[in-house]
């Protein structure tokens, strides 16, 4: 059903506050936000099939999909798909919170994990 470990996912959710965090204090083009760098390079890193399912995990905890509806998540985010995901994800406010919570409604959470640990 998932195909991205929650454990990425999880440190996604903790890069992604971070990102949050400093947001308002940082110009997106800003050579020293370490924090977007870190985190753009990570899902730049993951698969493609990867990246769908981290599109979509954010979809159903936004609201957008409800559970009953991954497959559908899937396959929009699978159509959707391009070379711009990490820029897509991160302009997504709170995206943290919205990948968490498309992580519990399948069933996992990021306690069981030792988050922001990669």
């Known amino acids: 059903m998932l195909e991205i470990s929650p454990e990425k996912v999880c440190y ?11 947001l308002p204090s940082l110009d997106e083009d800003d050579p020293d936000d370490h924090v977007r760098q870190e985190l753009v390079a ?6 493609i099939t990867e990246r ?9 905890g ?5 559970k009953d509806e991954w497959e559908s998540a899937v396959e929009e985010a ?7 995901t990490a820029r897509y994800l991160l302009g997504i406010p709170m995206l943290g919170d919205y990948l968490e919570e498309g992580l519990a409604q ?13």
């Open 62 to 66: 936004r609201g957008t999909f409800d």
């Open 106 to 118: 399948l069933g996992y959470y990021c306690e069981e994990f030792e988050m922001g640990r990669m």
């Open 52 to 60: 769908i399912h981290l599109v979509a995990l954010a979809w159903l």
């Open 12 to 22: 996604v959710v903790v890069k992604a506050r971070a990102f949050d965090e400093d």
């Open 78 to 84: 699978r159509d959707a798909h391009n070379q711009h």
């Open 42 to 47: 990570f899902i730049n890193s993951l698969t």
